[in-house]
């Protein structure tokens, strides 16, 4: 079944003028609500920003990735999407000063948006979502989606952290019609047509457990677990010599955290000479932690894709934000087709991202997003 709504496109090896018109001959519709893109950071971002100002009418946002994710993995493209105005309202809003937001701003920032809404007279959970981009390597994510979440309420937030192709120097974030460091675009998208968010990871917690006894959240890096020399201890927990960590290691046998009955996942991403470990999210002094145990990718992925399917049999798209610890698995161990196939139902259009959102959590090792069906309410 074609799709009525919402268009999907995906490109490479084309410069930023050549993208952006084959962009606008695939994406456009009569009347655009708005246009989502993921792009790699190798464009001239400037030139990107001036041709897709000229060129769509609507709301944009966007930002550059660690890879794009549409029918395939692909590099050095353009993934985006563009929503018929029919359908739905987007209602965009920048976050400038990420060290700066609180949960004063949060709601200032809530209360704009529901000032703007067309199809609903207030915030409904059921009619509303909020996708979320934020700069990758701002370290602001943990404060920036927990204040956004308390603010507002049941409404579903999803999203992810912007990529820059694994260099760790610049991640961009579009909105307001430029690329810009150090902010995160809020999109909260009244749609017409039902819709579900999710999170999906391969990782059970095991019986190892640990507590953090020294941290320091804002750097990211915890000193002390369990009383001890932080490093050595996890090796410990995990069972092997601490000069086995490694990237497979971690990504096998990541931490996770409890919130209520649901469970998150907390990356690891080195440790130093003095012992000490960085985490890809903020770890605070106190908080307990169980070792994750890593389960088959295509299984847990082929069982999270059904149950979607079930409930949507016609999917208009799935915005999803993945996490690069996952892509990086997915190739090294060859199941590019296979996920691919496992997708593909999902109509996918998202990105390789640094860090994923979903309502008030920052997580990471996990794929997060939001499913969006294709028949209006009431249909």
């Given amino acids: 079944m074609s799709n ?60 550059t990735t660690a890879g794009e994710i549409g029918s395939s993995y692909q590099n050095d493209g353009i993934v985006a999407v563009s929503f018929s105005a ?35 007279p207030a915030l409904n959970a059921k009619k509303m979502f909020a996708f979320l981009l934020i700069d990758g390597l701002s370290m602001m994510e943990e404060h920036t989606v927990a204040s956004l979440g308390n603010a507002f309420g049941g409404v579903s937030i999803v999203g992810g952290s912007a990529g820059d192709s694994l260099t760790f120097t610049k991640t961009s974030v579009f909105s307001d019609g430029e690329f810009r460091t150090g902010t995160a675009v809020l999109c909260l998208i009244e749609s017409k047509l039902p819709f579900q968010t999710f999170k999906t990871q391969h990782y059970t917690p095991s019986e190892k457990e640990m507590v953090i006894t020294d941290a320091d959240p804002e750097k990211r890096v915890v000193y002390e677990i369990d009383g001890g020399p932080a490093a050595t201890e996890l090796a410990k927990i995990i069972g092997i010599p601490k000069e086995k960590l490694t990237l497979e290691v971690y990504s096998t046998h990541p931490v996770m955290l409890q919130i209520g009955d649901d469970w998150y996942v907390r990356s690891i ?41 079930d409930q949507f049999p016609d999917i208009e798209v799935t915005l999803g934000c993945d996490c690069i610890h996952r892509r990086l698995e997915i190739m090294e161990t060859g199941l590019q087709d296979e996920v691919e196939a496992v997708l593909k139902p999902l109509n996918f259009a998202g ?19 939001v499913v969006i069906g294709g028949e209006l309410n009431g249909n």
């Fill in 269 to 309: 991403r080195e440790y130093h000479d003095d012992d000490s470990l960085s985490f890809a999210c903020a770890i605070d002094a106190g908080l307990p932690l169980t070792v994750g145990d890593c389960e088959d990718l295509i299984k847990s992925l082929s069982t999270k894709v059904n149950s979607l399917v």
């Fill in 86 to 120: 029919e359908a739905f309202c987007f209602h965009p809003i920048t976050l400038y000063d990420l060290d700066s937001f609180d949960a004063v701003k949060a709601v200032k920032v809530r209360a704009a948006l529901e000032g703007r809404l067309e199809f609903n």
């Fill in 4 to 63: 009525k709504y919402v268009l999907r496109s995906e490109i490479t090896d084309l410069d930023e003028i050549e993208s952006v018109q084959y962009l606008k001959n695939s994406l456009m519709q009569d009347k655009l609500a708005g246009v989502i893109f993921f792009c790699s950071d190798k464009y001239d971002l400037d030139k990107l920003s001036t041709e897709l100002n000229r060129s769509f009418d609507c709301p944009i946002m966007g930002c």
């Fill in 351 to 369: 990105f390789s991202t640094y860090g994923e959102q979903y309502n008030s959590v920052h997580v990471n090792q996990t794929l997060t997003g």
